[in-house]
């Protein structure tokens, strides 16, 4: 059998925990922060775990990650 692609956009944003879920940096970050509250630039440090039915997507695209 030929080995499955991994998904390039996605190898780029998710990691996956040894537990299998899902790890994704917050969105909104890139630029603009002026125009965002303190409060949202306060929750939108570090990483967040993707909720399970998202991270299903997710695991489609990165048939070679934990599970």
């Known amino acids: 059998m030929p080995k ?3 998904k390039s ?3 780029k ?3 996956v925990t ?3 879920k899902v790890k994704v940096a917050a969105a909104g970050k890139q630029h603009g922060m002026i125009k965002r ?3 949202f630039l306060r ?6 775990v993707l909720s399970e039915p998202d991270a ?4 489609k695209f990165l048939p ?3 599970k």
Do not use: H, L
């Open 18 to 20: 040894a537990t299998g």
């Open 4 to 6: 499955m692609k991994t």
């Open 43 to 48: 929750d939108a440090r570090g990483t967040m």
């Open 9 to 11: 956009s996605a190898k």
């Open 64 to 66: 070679y990650a934990n």
């Open 13 to 15: 944003r998710f990691k």
């Open 37 to 39: 509250s303190n409060k």
């Open 56 to 59: 299903r997507i997710v695991k």
